[in-house]
């Protein structure tokens, strides 16, 4: 936990970063509240920024989505976990040839930071995959189509020694009608074949994700609050970097997972509304 009284928190904090998916909205709906406790935040001055794991659109469609649900947001305000590797990768690793276990949307991003990679195969055949030898990565992430073929071919390009990437390491994603497997189960997957473990993630909690925040917030990590719904990635994340952190029980942690953590965040609310509360000088 932050060291530190309520108040002193308070008067720190500059910039908040929000995760979205049950945090600010769930599915096409803002969550009660969201979007009034953002604005307030605004008026007071603190800086906003938004930052989600699902790798499924690209940023502009985050904050179009934002925008119509009644929170105004520019496209530089939004990073995804997609966003982060892409930039991580042109910058470390332009030349590596990358297969993607996910959807369309995070090949296109990985291809406009300038990076190859190996398109998935149109043929019926199951059994049949990319040759491996023309695979130095493979990039796990959320998949609505994954089948037998991408997950055999990530199979065969690990054995044969690719690198093991991911977007983000979490096992489910909420959704209005409960939640469904995301990257962490095709990850454990793919561990528990070939005896690896993945190597590079991306998303939060990576300090990847807050490198690429503080360059956008323009502010030291202790100056920001962290506000999410899930404590092994949104609150260890902004643990593990000094910042203030905030659970809000909209997704998927409870109160009584909140208080049993081994280092609970600084403040537990049931929504952002309450938060907005306790930043203005509430209890």
């Known amino acids: 936990m932050t060291n530190g009284t309520g108040e ?4 720190g904090i500059e910039a908040i970063i929000f995760d979205l998916d049950g945090t600010v909205y769930l599915g096409e709906a803002a969550l009660p509240g969201a979007a009034e406790a953002i604005a307030e935040l605004r008026r007071q ?3 906003t920024l938004f930052v989600s794991n699902k790798p499924v659109e690209p940023r502009a469609v985050y904050a179009a989505k934002l925008t119509r649900l009644g929170i105004p947001t520019r496209e530089e305000e939004v990073i995804t976990s997609a966003y982060v590797l892409g930039r991580h990768l042109a910058q ?10 996910g959807e369309a949307s995070l090949r296109a ?20 995959v990319i040759d491996p030898v023309g695979i130095d990565a493979v990039v796990v992430a959320l998949d609505r189509t994954l089948d037998y073929r991408k997950l055999n071919t990530a199979y065969q390009a ?8 991911a977007t983000n390491p979490d096992s489910t994603c909420p959704m209005p009608g409960g939640d469904i497997p995301d990257a962490g189960a095709t990850i454990a997957f793919l561990e528990h074949l070939t005896g690896r473990r993945v190597e590079l993630l991306a ?3 990576s300090p990847l ?7 956008e917030l323009q502010v030291e990590p202790f100056r920001c609050l962290m506000v999410g719904d899930r404590l092994e990635t949104d609150i260890r994340m902004g643990q593990e970097a000094g910042m203030v952190t905030a659970v809000v029980l909209t997704g998927v942690s409870s109160r009584s997972d909140a208080l049993r953590a081994d280092q609970p965040p600084d403040w537990i609310v049931e929504n952002l509304l309450e938060l907005a509360g306790k930043i203005s000088g509430g209890d």
Not at 8 to 11: D, S, T
Not at 109 to 128: A, D, I, K, M
Not at 209 to 215: F, G, I, L, Q, S
Request: glycine share 10%; aromatic share 6%.
């Open 8 to 11: 002193g928190m308070r008067q």
């Open 45 to 47: 001055g603190k800086r």
């Open 92 to 101: 470390t690793a332009p030349h590596l040839r990358l297969y993607v276990v």
């Open 109 to 128: 991003e990985l291809r406009g930071h300038g990076l190859s990679v190996r398109e998935v195969l149109t043929e019926q055949n199951p059994q049949e």
């Open 158 to 165: 690990l054995k044969a020694g690719a690198a093991f990437f």
């Open 203 to 205: 998303g939060k909690p």
């Open 209 to 215: 994700t807050v490198e690429v925040a503080m360059a």
